[in-house]
């Protein structure tokens, strides 16, 4: 039974348990202190699956979503009432299990109780409660003073849910006992009687990973730069190469890339620098800011006026901050503090470097001809009709970097470790999609322990005028796509709002090779035919920044690549940590029936930062992706870099960690 107990925004949690007759495996996110959603993968033990059973799939399964939503919180400090909560179990899919359920949980910690009682429909029926007592809860022993003695009266009507599994309609008693208790405070355990006849058992890893600030310190990041100080004019004792090797070694012993220095005069007649730096390293905005505010603060001459600093990423000068050297003088000598200091130095649109009679080049390193990049690869399924659970774990290898210091490109292999996606079929059994196969075959291209070209593209990105960029971009964008793309963002920095326009044309790629085919598959019924086919999409986007809430929309209105025209809503939420987490939902004029039904595409992303598993910072993500189905309506091809999340991630830091 539920209660009404939620955990900390930001907290995650994997689980299995084993009810018999069924066995589940749970998975649970808390997007805000009051929302809570989960998904359930449940099993039907010794029942096989009536179309697919003897195929290899095995005993039936079902998939179910769960949320619940927190009315009233112990954070609102109303005494003496309870939590409540509301709840929708199953809300989603076939809802063979759905329910509706009000509950309240009160806890009294003097007496180390806690109660719960509630009402549901549907599945749950009518009223239901349960008590929780820790009787070592003040003790200082691990694992003892988590131990809780558990009783709860279950209002399921097992008998009459037609959804139930044959073994399960029986009750001999609707009260279930058990004992719990949580190890190392991740580790939950439990075993409990169900329906008065069996036992029962279960297991849960819980993890903050919303609010974790790593799971090792970051020791090898430089500390801030403080010394040497030297404020030295330039001159005689301090000449202009001086200054330039100077910074140059700064920065780098930040883990900053300093790209261009260039004296220059201000309309005042006054000296300036414009620098332009390349981030590779911090990930947070205020990171960044910070080293470099403490480089400059140390080592500005002190007959320049003004320092502006211009940060690119990805070929991209995506902002700009401007540093008066008397500012930075008053910082280092504590006669200002660092929150007026930022006040003072507020975020710009980027200015473009001086031409040859506006300033003197003083320093030009040129970026990187080539990188070695690494990371991981997680491809599952599931439901294929032979098996529950199909997955690929491998690893990408590349080389990215810049040809002439302005073309951005990228080569990326992979090799695939293990993997049992060798009998996955390429189209849904029982519901083959009627419109072009643009994505429903997509496992074609991981059918394999070879090495194989994903990427192979180059890419140009350009500042327009202020808040104005584009991109153009060709070659092997993805394992099933390659072609040429084009973009236009509008972004400018006081903003929290963008909008834009993408389009490309693409060709679809052989399984296997590098080749091109202009022949696609499309069922009519259960016969597939293959007709000429160049996709083509194209999109106006608009972005939304809703800081307050740590909220990000973004709508994509066009055609997409099985010439179905329609929308593509996302709603991101970004944590303390960096992790975030995006729902999206597709509406296109596709008629792509399954079950009977419509299908919409919709689904849910997380994007993990590498760097809270290392010694160092770094900006890599780590991103899995979960469709509710794999289909064609709504697809679309990826077109190399895009240029909001560039930008965006360059110019703001996840929310701060609560005090």
Known sequence: MPSARMNN??????????????????????????LEFGINYRVFINMPDPAFGEMGFGDFADRGANIKFKILSKMDNILYFPEIAI???????????????????KEWLDYNLEMTVGYGKKRIKGFFGGMSYTPFRQTTIPILNQLSLLAEWDAIDYKHHQEEHPEGKTSTLPLNLGISTTCFNYLQLNLHTIRGERLAASASLHYPLGDSKGFLPKIHNPPLYTAPINTQPIGCLRNERELSQELAYAFLQQGITLHRIYLTTGSDGKSMLWIKVINTMYRKERDLKQHIKHILTSIAPSNISTITIVLEASGIPTHEYRFRVADLKQLREGTIDHYLFQTLTPMHNATKPPNMYEGTLLYHQAKKGWTLTFSPRLLTLFGSITGKFKYSIGETMGVEGYLFDQLYYNVRCSYTFKSNLSNVGDRDFLNPSQILNVRSDAMRYFQTHDFSLEQAYIQHSFPIKRGWYGRVAMGYFEPAYGGI??????????????????????????????????????????????????????????????????LNFKASIGQFLARDVGARFEIGHTFPSGLQINVWYTWTTARDIVNGVRHHDKGISLVIPLDLFGLKSNKSFFSYSLAVWLRDTGACATTGESL????????????????
């Open 87 to 105: 709840g929708l179990e199953d809300f989603y899919g076939s809802k063979r299990f759905y329910g509706l359920y009000i509950v309240a949980t």
């Open 644 to 659: 909001y999340p560039i930008i965006h991630s360059e110019r703001t830091s996840p929310p701060r960690f609560e005090k």
């Open 9 to 34: 925004a930001g907290t995650t949690a994997l689980g299995f348990s084993y009810l018999p007759p069924y066995r589940n495996y749970a998975a649970t996110i808390q997007f805000f202190n009051r």
């Open 485 to 550: 793309a084009a973009e236009l963002l509008y972004y400018p920095v006081p903003q929290n709002w963008a909008i834009g326009v993408t389009a490309a044309g693409v060709l679809k790629r052989h399984y296997h090779g590098i080749g091109f085919t202009t022949s696609i598959r499309k069922f009519k019924g259960h016969i597939p035919e293959y007709t000429h086919f160049i996709g083509y999409q194209y999109f106006l986007n608009l972005y939304y920044d809703l800081k307050k809430l740590n």
